[in-house]
C-alpha cells in the first residue's frame, strides 16, 4: 500500500499515516491473518530407495508427463503420457513398480 501510494502523492507521514489506517480499517482486521498459519512438518528422510515417492504431471512443449521422483535418492522418472486417467496411470506406476520393485 506505501509504495503504490509514493508515486502518486507525498506528505511528511505518509507511511505513519497509512500504518494507522489499516489498524483501524475493520475490513483490513477481518482478513489480516487468514487464513492462519500452519506448522510446517517436514517429511522424514526415507531410510530405503523407493520407500517414499513424489508424483505429479507436468505439461512441456503441449506433452504431458508423469514425473517421478525417488526421496531417497533423488533419482527421476519422466513417462510421456498420451492419457491422464486412472487406468493409464495405474499401468504406468505398474509398470515402474514392476522394473524398480
Known amino acids: 500500500m506505501k509504495s503504490p501510494s509514493r508515486n502518486y502523492?507525498?506528505?511528511p507521514s505518509l507511511d505513519r499515516d497509512l500504518e494507522e489506517l489499516c489498524r483501524t480499517c475493520e475490513a483490513c482486521r477481518a482478513v489480516?491473518?487468514?487464513?492462519?498459519?500452519a506448522p510446517l512438518?517436514?517429511?522424514e528422510f526415507p531410510l530405503h530407495p523407493w520407500q517414499r515417492l513424489?508424483?505429479?504431471?507436468?505439461?512441456?512443449?503441449?506433452k504431458r508427463f508423469l514425473i517421478m521422483v525417488d526421496a531417497h535418492?533423488?533419482?527421476?522418472e519422466a513417462i510421456?503420457?498420451?492419457?491422464?486417467d486412472t487406468r493409464s496411470?495405474?499401468?504406468v506406476f505398474r509398470n515402474i513398480f514392476s522394473q524398480f520393485g
Open 9 to 11: 502523492v507525498y506528505w
Open 32 to 37: 489480516c491473518d487468514a487464513p492462519p498459519r
Open 41 to 43: 512438518h517436514p517429511w
Open 54 to 62: 513424489h508424483a505429479d504431471f507436468a505439461d512441456c512443449a503441449g
Open 73 to 76: 535418492s533423488k533419482w527421476i
Open 80 to 84: 510421456e503420457m498420451r492419457n491422464t
Open 89 to 91: 496411470t495405474i499401468a
